[in-house]
């Protein structure tokens, strides 16, 4: 299985951006999707997960700006990012656990199996 992203780019502080993570095989049942991101010189930390019981879970910081969603028509997680920071920037991770769904430990990367090479997201002020 694979994940590419894809969507990012350069934007200014409040700017908006809608990345897109691409699955190769259909995804059912219990699994987690997840975005994650890393900033240089900091630790990877998620930012939002979905389940596949319609579970969401988002970082406290990005809420009411961010918002995961799905497709499986077409075997895709999207991530739109409204609002924008200077401190959303980072590279972001497509990353799925396709066997258990996110539960109370959603934000441990060591949850995910899979992982994408990532889409790197740069917000100036």
């Known amino acids: 299985v694979q994940l590419v992203e894809s969507g990012g780019g350069s934007v200014q502080s409040e700017g908006s951006l809608r990345l897109s993570c691409q699955v190769s095989r259909r995804f059912y049942g219990d699994y987690c999707m997840g975005w994650f991101r890393q900033a240089p010189g900091k630790e990877r930390e998620a930012v939002a997960t979905?389940?596949?019981?319609?579970?969401?879970n988002y970082r406290d910081s990005v809420k009411d700006r961010f918002t995961i969603s799905e497709d499986k028509s077409q075997n895709t997680v999207s991530l739109q990012m409204n609002g924008l920071k200077p401190e959303d920037t980072g590279m972001y991770y497509c990353?799925?656990?396709?066997?258990?769904?996110?539960?109370?430990?959603?934000?441990?990367?060591?949850?995910?199996?899979?992982w994408g090479r990532g889409t790197q997201v740069t917000v100036s002020s």
């Open positions: 990353a799925s656990n396709l066997v258990f769904r996110c539960g109370a430990d959603w934000s441990r990367s060591a949850r995910f199996g899979l």
């Open positions: 979905i389940d596949g019981v319609g579970n969401i």
